[in-house]
């Protein structure tokens, strides 16, 4: 009530602790409440990105990056200076996702980032099929999914489903919403060796490219915006 009041005054302190009291209401957590049929569809949104954020290619990306690299022809230490400019990129464009996504809004930049980084990663599978897969040409295409992913989905994904799940159930949603995110980010991590070595450069990406299409699909057809709304107003979205 304190914090309340310091934001926007005793008025609306007061109508805003009553809102949180009634959404709140008292109730025991526990894991069974995850399968409530009311929050079902949200939960569903939530794990949904939380799959789809690590199956379009992330992490792969990143931790693979030396060997992407070694396989597009640089040497070992070209490779591991272009890896640590890479991480530059996705901090400076994670800091622009910090200044525009309360003015842009999460839905917005989440289809733009999944557009993006879908085009990226069809550029390196189109790059691969036609044995283009050099140089220059897989630097500026990592470069520009890390762009995509940081300034339009990384910070987005935790800002979005730190909203949308229900008060009464919103810590243990996030645990497991974190929890399915790091088992997509080992599955895709654990087979991406293996799929560059059995499969084609072409096809492994081109198979990343699937994901990031369906995540853009998910998030157009599922995600709904929730800028500007209060948490308890949000609970009351049929996302």
Known sequence: MNVLVRIGGEALAIKEYEEIGK??????????????????????????LAVFVQLSGINTIIDYAPKIFASAGWKLDTGLFATFGLGIVNFV???????????????????IGSAGIM???????????????TGIVVLLHIILFIVF????????????????FPNRVRG????????IQWISNAVIVEVFPAMINKLSLGITFGILTIFALGQLVFVVKYVQETKGKLLEEIEGLRV
């Open 119 to 133: 085009l990226a990663l069809l550029g390196l599978s189109v790059a691969g099929f036609l044995r283009h897969f």
């Open 23 to 48: 959404n709140i209401n008292g109730q025991p957590v526990n894991f069974s409440m995850l399968f409530d049929p009311s929050i079902r569809k949200v939960l569903w949104v939530g794990f949904g």
């Open 93 to 111: 464009f994670t800091w622009i996702s910090i200044l525009i996504i309360d003015k842009a809004g999460r839905r917005p930049l989440y289809i």
């Open 149 to 164: 992913f940081a300034a339009f989905i990384g910070p987005v994904f935790w800002t979005y489903i730190s909203e949308i």
């Open 172 to 179: 243990m949603a996030m645990s497991v919403s974190a929890f």
